[in-house]
């Protein structure tokens, strides 16, 4: 059987309440994964076929094999719970990387909870979302490594979205925007955004069209946490909590003005 391993306390505890709570089917997918319809840990499906394997209305968590996944373009849908979890004592070992152009790696969307974790999201193309959100979603997030988005954003939530950030985030390159939120939409930034380097940023964080930021239990931690660069915030017709530690977000431009 494949290992996992936690991060922290509140993953332990996250890990211990999905197994007593037993969901409803396990699946297995790895980067030369197909739509089997199995989805085993002898026969793995892509992330994708696992998706597509999970029947309506269920749970279903999904253990991803260490590797390097092109173009996964997960797309959650349809009043449907999913776990989907990398390696999580080294999320660097599972990789979703894009090199389609305007492509979401993980898409959550339409009534659908996606709680994603331990694993590295990056680009090689322009116009990637890490994670996006939309149309009455719910997405729960850790462990994530963000890499490099061109012209695109690591977090993205429109349309009536929730997303929750928990435990540690690592940021080790930079993006257009960090999390971009509007339409409703809603973003708790309760974790730690460690930023490996000094990084450029236009935006780390965009909040429009009557959304909320609650970045109160938010820390910025490492190299870049006080020397990115670009505008820090920007809010039109949102609400923006700060952090309660009086920290400013990561860049050095204009902050929610």
């Not at 990637?128 to 690591?154: A, E």
């Not at 940023?201 to 910025?220: C, G, M, Q, R």
Request: proline share 5%; with cysteine.
């Amino acid at each position: 059987m494949i290992k996992r391993f936690v991060l922290g306390a509140a993953i332990a505890a996250l890990l211990l309440e999905t197994a007593r709570a037993g969901p409803d089917y396990t699946f297995f997918a790895s980067p030369s994964g197909g739509s089997n319809g199995q989805c085993t840990e002898a026969l793995p499906c892509s992330p994708q076929g696992a998706v597509d394997a999970c029947p309506i209305g269920s749970n279903c968590t999904i253990f991803l094999e260490r590797g390097l996944y092109i173009d996964p373009a997960v797309n959650m849908y349809y009043h449907r719970t999913f776990y989907m979890i990398g390696i999580c004592e080294d999320p660097y070992a599972v990789v979703f990387r894009a090199a389609r152009p305007n492509t979401p790696l993980v898409f959550v969307q339409d009534h659908a909870t996606g709680r994603i974790g331990c694993l590295t999201m990056e680009s090689t193309t322009t116009g990637t979302s890490g994670l996006f959100g939309r149309q009455h979603s719910i997405i729960d997030y850790f462990g994530i490594v963000f890499g490099s988005m061109r012209n695109g954003r690591h977090v993205a939530l429109n349309e009536f979205s929730i997303a929750s950030c928990g435990e540690t985030i690592w940021l080790i390159a930079g993006a257009t925007v960090h999390a971009g939120v509007w339409n409703l939409s809603k973003l708790n930034l309760a974790c730690q955004v460690n930023l490996t380097n000094p990084w450029i940023f236009e935006y780390f964080l965009v909040a429009t069209d009557w959304s909320i930021v609650d970045a109160y239990d938010a820390t910025f931690t490492g190299p870049g946490a006080g020397h990115s660069a670009g505008i820090r915030c920007f809010n039109y017709l949102a609400i923006v909590n700060r952090p309660l530690n009086g920290q400013s977000f990561p860049g050095n431009g204009a902050d929610c003005q």
